[in-house]
């Protein structure tokens, strides 16, 4: 598992924890009963207090995305992996929000937007709408 936190992002690191994972669950990156590294072990590998990381844990928890079993690590729910196109859909409109925000600020048409898209997803070896995951 690999976390990336931006200590100069403004965003809060548990907030930068539970983006992060989010993501690698919608994304199938961590599947289903997949085994997460204890908080201890996490906060050493990232240099956090580990406070930090049972906050992000727990909010995951409590949204359903990870299940705690009593004595064994922490997992990723196995129904959450069922959700998937969904999940992912969800992530992709959460990246896509700011650049629709700066599209309108633009006052671009619709169909210039549409086509830039379709040039950053050609340019990044999407196969457009026929690509199925």
């Not at 049972?54 to 705690?68: D, I, N, T, V, W």
Request: charged share 30%; glycine share 8%.
């Amino acid at each position: 598992m690999l976390l990336f936190i931006d200590r100069h992002d403004g965003t809060p690191v548990y907030r930068q924890i539970i983006d992060q994972l989010r993501f690698q669950i919608a994304s199938g990156g961590l599947a289903g009963g997949e085994e997460l590294p204890s908080t201890r072990a996490l906060s050493a590998e990232l240099g956090l207090n580990p406070m930090t990381v049972s906050k992000a844990y727990a909010a995951l928890e409590r949204e359903g995305l990870l299940e705690r079993r009593p004595g064994l690590p922490l997992v990723v729910a196995r129904n959450e992996t069922e959700r998937g196109e969904a999940a992912r859909r969800d992530e992709l409109r959460k990246a896509l929000e700011p650049a629709a925000r700066v599209a309108a600020q633009l006052e671009l048409a619709e169909e210039v937007v549409v086509e830039t898209l379709r040039e950053l997803l050609a340019e990044n070896g999407a196969a457009g709408e026929d690509k199925k995951s």
